[in-house]
């Protein structure tokens, strides 16, 4: 009987010692191993023998199991499945798997089995898969695409944090892990739903195919997406996406496709050379300014595309520009095929790498040529008159300061000649500006005969002109002035049509006429105002007295400026007396004017400046006023006469003065038939048509129009026919002579017998001796005037001399008061 037993423990230790799993038989109401096999041996590292009999809390490791062994011999009796440590022999924790079951022994009463798996191999492989997984998953989150990996049915298997942040996936919609929703967020942020919906659709159906799409976001976003099959055990399982964000690679593309662009169509010459200054690219416009092809340029240096022989100084300049702003800018000549060179500038830019070396460099080419024209042209206009051609005031300053600065104190000086063409407004006037445009270039060609290489003929502006004469002194500039004189004297021809020309010269003389260009000019046009005034076609030259006389002109304009307001001026009026019956009837009104600093200002001095000046307009409006209301004063005291005021040709072509002289008739209530203008020749010389059909309409208005000092002005007989004129008025220079000059007579009785034909009346001025009375009395004059019946007289004198009627002729005072006119 204990053969049998021993041989079935002999066979039942055999039978577990050859079993992988660890076993071990525990008493439970001891705790202790009752058997161990020899799997359990190997796995705590321990003998067989050493095992039985061991407490098994000396292995428990985990207070897990401290508490279940030190349980009650029930609750062990329930058994236990888990995971747990054993402490090995050597001090070190083995990871096993543990199950605990009752186990019932015949001999010794209750005990537990336990079985025990060593996980040691196993945890290492889960960690090391783990390890994998978590490498695998870094390096899926450092990929520079965004990854999507789903499954045949769309099943959302895995992605990377790439993804998330191209698509902008929001972290609430991550943490629901609702698929559909993520495809629909991916739906929703593309620009074209219902194109990507359809190529998903596409992709799907073809399994095995891999795809490649561009995607645009609504914020302008472009994304590249591929995708493959994947594959497992020869089955596609899903589908790998890939995401990458292109938006900076297509706009890097669209810039330099717009590059290429703006160099093959830009104006501009432009040029691309590599490190060693080779010419790699020309653009078309490059091509063209050169006249060259790049193919023909390819490999060629910039410096020998410019035409540089010696190339290393231009180098070394373009350089040391480089170091210090990357930019050389500057002109140079620009050799072209088949034709002449042309100046151009360039902008040398220079194109550094990342390591700061110059990589390539890019060529700015601008032509020059019609900026230099434009520049030479600015030039021409800064210096020359355009109409002319000729220098104009500033290049003859420059010539002037010149001469000043080379001149020596005993050396020769020079003189400045001004020059001025008389009554050459009459040309504007009557043929246009344009007309008179083509006769300045006319006398500017003739003028510049008169001058040696080393004299300047410049244009001042209108009609005027100004000639340096190098080195001239009194007797040359004298033969140059008289030379331009005569040149000018030669009838001119234009458009078929003949007409002649004078020209007034004033001369200044450096140094003693003046020592700055502008007081030559100065004293040389105030030679030439003498000239004219001395009756012009002439030449003169500058005499210090004649600054004096411009003083005096100037300080008489202020103060006859101020005279009005001041009321040193008054009307004076001289009677008129009808020859046959010796009575008053009419009287003219004359200005008259006394300076508290000037006294008695004679007519003759002021009346010209005024009409120089253009004050007469102001001066002849006034007196016109003061006349009108004086003859209707006159007339409703109940001697009316007629009142004649004289009109100057300035006046008279005032835009208001008809509405003028209607209103003053209304204002005052003068009758027109009352009032009389005395006009001169000359107002029929200036736009004769215009001045007629004024006249007509002051005839029509009833005022009466007479000429007054009739035969010293351009006399014609055709205005007599033609204009309402009602009187004419002999000058006192032809009644002076009167009775025994024979020339004067011829003419007064000439003057008579024509208005007697024309039916006018003919009135006498100046009359100062009977015997003048008589003379013209014989010839059967209508009326006179002058100081042999009384001078102009203030109006309240002459309010007397109305209420005597008749006026006796009296002896003339050859010495006293104010000539009439």
């Known amino acids: 009987m204990n053969l049998n037993v021993r041989a079935q423990d002999v066979l039942w230790q055999a039978t577990f010692d050859g079993l992988q799993e660890a076993i071990w038989l525990v008493d439970a109401r001891t705790r202790s191993i ?3 096999n020899l799997s359990a041996a190997t796995l705590v590292g321990m003998a ?42 050597d001090g070190q924790l083995v990871p096993v798997e543990r199950r605990v079951a009752p186990f019932s022994l015949a001999a010794s009463g209750a005990a537990l089995l336990v079985t025990m798996v060593d996980c040691s191999a196993r945890q290492a492989a889960e960690r090391g898969l783990e390890t994998l997984l978590a490498e695998l998953r870094a390096t899926l989150d450092s990929a520079a695409d965004g990854m999507l990996v789903c499954g045949v049915d769309g099943e959302v298997r895995a992605f990377n944090q790439r993804l998330v942040q191209i698509w902008g996936l929001p972290q609430d919609l991550l943490l629901q892990r609702n698929d559909e929703s993520i495809h629909a967020f991916l739906v929703s942020r593309v620009r074209d739903p219902r194109t990507y919906k359809a190529r998903l659709e596409v992709i799907a159906a073809d399994l095995q195919g891999s ?53 093959d169509s830009s104006p501009y010459a432009i040029f691309i050379a590599d490190r060693q200054h080779q010419l790699v690219r020309l653009n078309p416009a490059c091509e063209q300014l050169s006249g060259r092809t790049s193919q023909s340029l390819q490999g060629q240096t910039v410096t020998s595309f410019f035409g540089m022989g010696v190339a290393q100084p231009f180098l070394d300049c373009v350089q040391s520009d480089w170091r210090h702003g990357g930019i050389w800018n500057g002109e140079l000549w620009l050799p072209r095929e088949g034709e002449n060179g042309c100046a151009v500038h360039l902008s040398w830019v220079a194109l550094r790498g990342e390591d700061g070396g110059i990589e390539q460099s890019i060529g700015f080419v601008r032509d020059l040529t019609q900026q230099h024209a434009a520049q030479k042209r600015i030039d021409e206009l800064a210096y020359s008159d355009v109409l002319t051609g000729l220098p104009n005031r500033l290049l003859l300053s420059q010539k002037v300061e010149t001469a000043i600065r080379s001149a020596q104190p005993e050396g020769a000086g020079f003189a400045i000649l001004f020059l001025d063409l008389d009554r050459f407004k009459v040309i504007n006037d009557s043929l246009g500006h344009h007309f008179g445009d083509r006769v300045l270039q006319q006398v500017a060609s003739r003028l510049q005969t008169c001058l040696r290489q080393t004299d300047m003929l410049c244009r001042i502006g209108g009609d ?25 004297r030669r009838p001119f021809t234009l458009d078929g049509m003949g007409f002649s020309i004078q020209c007034s010269i004033g001369v200044a003389l450096y140094p003693q006429d003046g020592r700055t260009l502008d007081e030559l000019i100065k004293q040389a046009d105030t030679a030439m ?32 400026r101020q005279a009005l307001g001041g009321q040193h001026m008054s009307v004076h009026y001289q009677p008129q007396v009808d020859m046959a019956t010796g009575r008053i009837t009419g009287a003219e009104a004359l200005l008259r004017w006394k300076d508290p600093e000037l006294g008695a200002v004679a007519p003759s001095d002021f009346i010209p400046l005024a009409e120089e000046t253009g004050y007469i307009i102001t001066l002849g409006a006034w007196v016109l006023e003061q006349a009108v209301q004086e003859a209707a004063r006159w007339m409703r005291a109940g001697t009316p006469i007629l009142v004649s005021v004289n009109v100057s040709a300035l006046e008279m072509r005032q835009p208001d003065f008809l509405d003028r002289l209607t209103r003053l008739l209304q204002e005052y209530g003068l009758p027109p038939e009352l009032l009389e203008l005395e006009l001169t020749e000359s107002i029929l010389l200036q736009d004769a048509q215009e001045a007629a059909q004024r006249l007509a309409h002051v005839a029509a208005m009833g005022v009466g129009l007479a000429i007054d000092d009739f035969g010293t002005g351009y006399s014609s007989l055709a205005y007599l026919k033609n204009l309402p004129i009602h009187k004419l008025k002999i000058d006192q220079s032809f009644v002076r002579g009167l009775p025994d000059h024979a020339g004067d007579r011829a003419i007064v009785s000439a003057i008579v017998h024509l208005g007697q034909a ?44 109305l209420g005597e009627g008749d006026l ?10 104010l000539t009439p006119q």
Not at 808 to 817: E, I, L, M, N, Q
Request: aromatic content about 8%.
């Open 529 to 560: 105002y003498r000239v004219k005034e001395c009756g012009r076609g002439n030449f003169g030259f500058y005499q210090p007295q004649m600054n004096a006389n411009l003083l005096e002109r100037m300080q008489m304009e202020h103060a006859m």
């Open 758 to 801: 024309l039916k006018m009346r003919v009135v006498a001025e100046g009359v100062e001796t009977l015997a003048q009375r008589s003379a013209l009395q014989d010839m059967q004059c209508d009326v006179y005037q002058g100081y042999l019946c009384s001078p102009a007289l203030p109006a309240a004198e002459f309010d007397l001399l």
């Open 48 to 89: 067989r023998e050493e095992l039985v009999g061991l407490p098994v809390q000396r292995l428990a490791a985990t207070p897990q199991d401290q508490c279940f062994w030190a349980d009650s011999e029930e609750a062990m009796a329930m058994g236990i499945h888990s995971m747990t440590s054993l402490l090995r022999a």
């Open 34 to 36: 009752l058997f161990a």
């Open 464 to 488: 005027e002109f100004a000639m340096y004469l190098h080195a001239g002194d009194a007797m040359g500039a004298e033969h140059v002035a008289r030379r331009m004189l005569d040149v000018m």
């Open 808 to 817: 006796a002729p009296r002896a003339a005072a050859k010495d006293g008061g």
């Open 211 to 263: 795809s490649h799409d561009v995607i645009e976001l609504h914020e302008g976003q472009v994304i590249e997406r591929r995708s493959v099959p994947l594959w497992n055990h020869a089955n596609v399982t899903g589908r790998v996406y890939s995401f990458r964000d292109i938006t900076q690679e297509v706009q890097a593309q669209a810039a330099l496709r717009l590059a290429a662009r703006v160099f």
